[in-house]
């Protein structure tokens, strides 16, 4: 029994540690956008790889093909334009299929580092929208961090290893009380 109970604690152990290693991904962030009635919703990598043909130094870089929601309803991908403030700063998306600019909005720089290297930054930014109004709409825009699964794997090995103990301590307290 006692052999039994230490290779399974030996297998447990060398699984977490396989999974734990395997779990590391790039960090992604969510977005919500609200403005005049309407909430768009994407997901892109906190620090996103910028092609060399993507960006302008100073001014502004670009993401194409980016899946997107409005008001819970997935549309055509998009493509978006992230300014610095050199330009007025925010952001803007196009609707590559149908040729419409759903989000034009202007009055933060919601990355932090260079155009080629940008990292979002987190929070709820006060934006203005001119996409409805030419005079421009308050608008608001969220990022929050998506918990990485190397995070959720470390909580996951943490509560194996009570379970693991847990079940040891039944089992001696088991064989204690049958003599064994």
Known sequence: MRRYLITSCLVLAVFTLILATQAKADSIDDFTYQAGGNTYTWQLPSSPTISADSFLPDVAFGITGVVFFENDIPQDPGAFSFRSLN???GLSLGDLIQGTFPIIASDFQIY????DAPTFLTGT?????YTSDGNGLPATLTITAV???SSLMLLATGMLALLGL???KTVVSRLN???A
């Open 87 to 89: 330009l007025g700063g």
């Open 112 to 115: 932090g580092g260079s155009e």
């Open 125 to 129: 930014f006060g934006l203005t929208d």
């Open 147 to 149: 918990p990485e699964p």
């Open 166 to 168: 847990a079940l040891k």
């Open 177 to 179: 009380v049958l003599g």
